[in-house]
């Protein structure tokens, strides 16, 4: 399933089941207290349907919830001025337990400092205000909240030897980054590895993607261009994008020879 993949939905839905369930009704049985079929409620369970807001009321009433569905569906909606890509990937992020990055070119996008994330927002949308980008920066550094929480998801990440040696901002910029990344590097949760320009065999020559992975969300592959965002959750697609993801550790730089890249990156300079 490629572009319907919702995950504000998805969200909503598995709280809707999990409402049901500590009630202790089977879709049938809270269908009778519903204006709606068991078919309908099963799609809005599993996310692949949206879910109208006196609809959500009424699940509310029938499962004396307190309004919890009411201020989920606000709660999601209050980022307007958020783009919906961005939404999406905050939501699916904050559900993930495990993160499989690749990136040929560039540091991913929950590792980058503000000012490396605002230089390269600039320079890959000209046609955006000061505001605009401002907007997707603080969105950008929202997404480190997710490394920093109670239960920190694990991250395997991939880059490319250009990524961390094209000074993108500048050279200050870039060691702020650099620096950056290895502090993260240090925590046993992030796995950092570097594909090395000395390899002669590269999987990745397809470009950058990033493996989703979580008991909600199962596991999914997210792609960004300059245009947005999007989610692809289709099992070949993934199993693809993981033998791929296995194939880049193959050929990467273990991790201690990778941050001994990164330092010595920083100590030479660009």
């Not at 901002?169 to 980054?177: A, E, N, P, R």
């Not at 020559?205 to 261009?225: H, K, N, Q, W």
């Not at 947005?228 to 693809?240: E, K, L, Q």
């Amino acid at each position: 399933m490629k572009g319907n993949y919702d995950p504000q939905r998805r969200r909503l839905g598995l709280q809707v089941r999990r409402l049901r369930e500590q009630a202790g009704l089977s879709q049938e049985e809270l269908c009778k207290l519903l204006p709606i079929q068991a078919g309908m409620l099963s799609a809005i369970e599993r996310g692949t349907r949206g879910v109208k807001s006196d609809y959500v009321d009424a699940i509310d009433l029938a499962l004396s919830t307190g309004g919890k569905l009411r201020r989920l569906l606000e709660s999601m909606s209050s980022s307007a001025g958020t783009p919906s890509w961005f939404k999406n990937i905050l939501e699916l992020e904050q559900q993930a337990t495990e993160f499989r990055e690749y990136d040929p070119l560039l540091i991913p996008g929950p590792l980058q400092s503000a000012d490396y994330a605002r230089t390269i927002l600039r320079d890959g949308r000209p046609d955006d205000t000061d505001d605009e980008i401002e907007a997707l920066v603080e969105a950008r550094m929202r997404r480190k909240d997710i490394l920093s929480g109670d239960r920190p998801p694990i991250m395997l990440i991939v880059l490319d030897e250009i990524a961390v040696r094209r000074p993108i901002g500048g050279d200050g910029v870039m060691k702020d980054q650099l620096a950056s990344l290895l502090d993260m590097a240090a925590d046993a949760r992030t796995v950092l590895q570097i594909v090395p320009f000395s390899t002669t065999r590269h999987p990745g020559l397809s470009g950058a993607f990033r493996l989703i992975i979580g008991p909600d969300v199962g596991e999914v592959v997210y792609l960004e261009t300059a245009l947005g965002g999007s989610v692809v959750d289709d099992v070949d697609a993934t199993g693809r994008c993981s033998r791929t993801f296995g194939d880049l550790r193959g050929v990467a730089l273990p991790p201690q020879q990778s941050r001994e890249l990164v330092e010595k990156v920083i100590r030479g300079g660009f």
